[in-house]
């Protein structure tokens, strides 16, 4: 207005200019104003005008641009005092924004206020501006994606916030991404409600990578979602039977029918227990009959849900199992049954079987699981760490190709690693061995060996994991496991012995081991017993296979534990009373002198010349207590004799063969130097 204002007065005084004295001012109406200017039209138009119409002229010019500006001001005066209005107005949102705003400090920055406050400072910022503008520009008219590491080009140390970190966990650029998460789970001064922003806002791609993160914090993670509430005479019996009969009954796999026709059988009969009498008699059983019929639930879950893990090997049941809710039982199961190691054991097997499956990715992180995955890898004990590092990396497709198999444990490295791996070194348990227990140190009865538990370093529950791993962590460290039985009377699948021979269970390990990609390496085979059997069966069907080829090719050594190449004297035990034992398939195989082990023997030895494998044998010299009363020499040392490599004695037994005592005995530094040798090009110094 103020500008209009001046306007009008500056008119003003260039009407008056010229106009001596105190003028009469003649009032003419508009309509003769512009005839009189049609008549000075034409020959006439260089006529002076007259004085008075020419001021009214300008008047009405003047009056035009005014009444603009006067328009415009009021528009401008208006939309000011809207803004601050709206300033004035406190956003509680935005309040929330700050509060949630968190700093992460990726360089150290000067105190010095002055150098923030100078010309090149201030020059600097402004050319960062502009080159963000430039890369903005080129990126659209290329229509190429912008890069967003210069999203912040011109930000200060403290605009790079939580949020920045979040958005890079998500970019197509796998580098950035995965630099992203371990920043994210390396930062360790974030405040409680920041880890609440990364559990809520953070995709399934990052939870996973932040749960195979060492030492990540558990705040990271929201808890599993809350369960709907069942009614109260509906058991968890009930719920996991329900599920049973809901998969698929034909066509199965004889041992999936076995464990499923088991778990429903064991949970009618506490069913009829529940009712009343003993269920073989109709219900019409003694009173004290209802209390002997009766088995304990956990014992009728755990029938269900060795049921389930025989179910969750079949890629197709997976998908029937989440369909019915099968994750969301299984979490209420995990939740009631904190104090059963067992039932927690095999429920996270079942989550590391559906995880093979990427299609269940999404609903394994909805139900909760990546949580309860990343708190069980913290715990002391191996086993149920081990079981859900191979469920996370199943799940984990941006740093993991490879895929394990039930039965196939990763023991190092189990989380997110920079170290390259360059080998893989393999453990194959013996008879009634397993992955892990296999290769424990070596029990110290402390009360009669005090001198030796004196300043012991901690005990190892899988010394592969710990020691090896610490000595050599460019390697990755795998154990396997199967079911083996000394007798058909403890047999977990009795159905279809063949399938507890050495050739069937070498066909089967084999595909597994594929999958998770032994052979793309360097290898060098660890076994015990009976194990070492089997690596000899599964090199020499490699050999035989163009598809398994690379596993031999790429084989640098193997280590026997008490292999019984020729055969064993538990087996001739167990064949003179097999009236009695019934023997397994796997004991009769060890029988001394087979043919079947002589000409196993022999195409190994075959194979090993030819492939120039290095091979080290330790053998046993003590017996072994098979009873309080019996006491048996398992592999003779004439047994353990392969035909090349070292063969050496040690004062142990057949269990303890495999078993150091401390990390600096003989047993383990021997079979440590034994890896690094024949590794040495791959490891380097």
């Known amino acids: 207005m103020s500008v209009a204002a001046y306007c009008i007065f500056c008119y003003r005084q260039i009407g008056t200019i010229g106009t001596p004295g105190p003028a009469t001012k003649t009032h003419l109406p508009w309509h003769d104003i512009i005839s009189q200017r049609t008549v000075g039209s034409g020959c006439e138009a260089n006529l002076p005008v ?60 000067s105190l010095n206020q002055s150098e923030y406050q100078g010309i090149t400072y201030q020059a600097r910022k402004e050319i960062h501006k502009a080159v963000r503008k430039i890369l903005e520009t080129e990126a659209k ?30 970019s197509e650029d796998k580098e950035v991404r995965l630099q992203a998460v371990q920043d994210l789970a390396n930062n360790s001064h974030w405040h409680g409600y920041q880890y609440g922003t990364v559990a809520q806002t953070c995709d399934e791609r990052t939870a996973i990578g932040l749960a195979r993160s060492k030492d990540i914090n558990l705040r990271f993670f929201l808890p599993p979602p809350p369960l709907p509430k069942v009614k109260n005479d509906y058991t968890i019996e009930d719920e996991l039977r329900l599920l049973l009969v809901s998969l698929p009954q034909t066509y199965l796999d004889p041992c999936v029918q076995h464990f499923t026709s088991l778990a429903l059988r064991e949970s009618s009969q506490i069913l009829a227990a ?18 002997l019929s009766k088995i304990p639930s956990e014992t009728v879950e755990l029938f269900c849900l060795q049921a389930l893990v025989q179910h969750s090997k079949v890629s197709s049941h997976c998908d029937k199992i989440e369909a019915k809710g099968g994750l969301q039982l299984l979490q209420r199961i995990y939740q009631l049954r904190k104090d ?20 269940l990715h999404a609903s394994i992180v909805r139900a909760g699981w990546i949580s309860v995955l990343a708190e069980v890898m913290k715990s002391p004990h191996v086993i149920q760490s081990s079981h859900a590092a191979r469920a996370l990396a199943n799940l984990d497709r941006d740093t993991v190709k490879e895929k394990y198999l039930d039965g196939v444990y990763v023991l190092h490295p189990q989380y997110r690693t920079s170290q390259p791996i360059k080998a893989d070194i393999l453990f194959v348990h013996g008879l009634l061995g397993a992955a892990f227990k296999t290769w424990r140190q070596q029990d110290i009865d402390r009360r ?40 058909d009377w403890k047999a977990k699948c009795p159905v279809e012995a063949h399938r507890k021979s050495i050739a069937y269970r070498s066909n ?35 050999s035989k296979n163009p598809e398994m080829e690379k596993i031999v090719n790429n084989t640098r050594g193997i280590i026997f534990y008490s292999v019984p190449h020729h055969g064993s004297q538990l087996a001739e035990y167990s064949m003179n009373a097999r009236y009695l034992l019934f023997p397994s398939v796997e004991v009769k195989e060890l029988s001394k002198d087979s043919p079947a082990l002589k000409e196993l023997n022999d195409d190994f030895l075959s194979l090993a010349k030819d492939k120039k494998f290095s091979v080290l ?15 048996l020499h398992i592999v003779p040392l004439e047994s353990a004799k392969l035909g090349i490599g070292d063969l050496i004695p040690v004062d142990v037994n057949h269990l303890n063969i495999c078993k150091p005592k401390k990390k600096d005995a003989f047993l383990y530094q021997h079979t440590l130097k034994f890896i690094q040798d024949v590794l040495a090009q791959e490891l380097g110094d």
């Open 50 to 109: 007259h004085a008075e119409e020419k001021k009214l002229f300008m008047i009405g010019k003047i009056a035009k641009v005014t009444g603009s500006l006067i328009l415009g001001g009021f528009v401008f005066i208006t939309y000011e005092v809207l803004s601050l209005k709206k300033l004035l107005q406190i956003d509680t949102q935005a309040l929330h924004q700050e509060k949630l705003k968190s700093y992460i400090y990726v360089h150290t920055g």
């Open 141 to 170: 008219f290329f229509r190429r994606p912008f890069k967003e590491q210069f999203s912040t080009f011109d930000g200060e140390d403290h605009e790079c916030a939580l949020w920045l970190l979040l958005k890079r966990t998500q």
């Open 274 to 291: 529940q009712r009343g009498g003993l269920w073989c008699f109709g219900g019409n059983g003694l009173p004290y009959c209802e209390t």
């Open 340 to 359: 059963s190691a067992k039932i927690q054991r095999n429920i996270i097997r079942i989550i590391g079987n559906m995880a093979l499956d990427e299609r």
């Open 448 to 487: 009669l060996d005090k001198k030796a538990s004196e300043g012991q370093e901690e005990y190892s529950q899988c010394w592969p994991k710990t020691w090896l791993a610490s000595d050599c962590p460019a390697l990755r460290v795998i154990s396997v496991e199967y079911d083996t039985d000394l007798s």
């Open 508 to 542: 089967e390990l084999l595909d597994k081991l594929r999958a998770a990609g032994i052979g793309d390496r360097p290898l060098v085979w660890v076994s015990h017993s009976m194990g070492g059997l089997l690596v000899k069966k599964m090199l020499v069907d490699a």
């Open 617 to 631: 044998s330790f053998a046993e010299t003590l017996p072994t207590h098979i009873s309080s009363m019996i006491k």
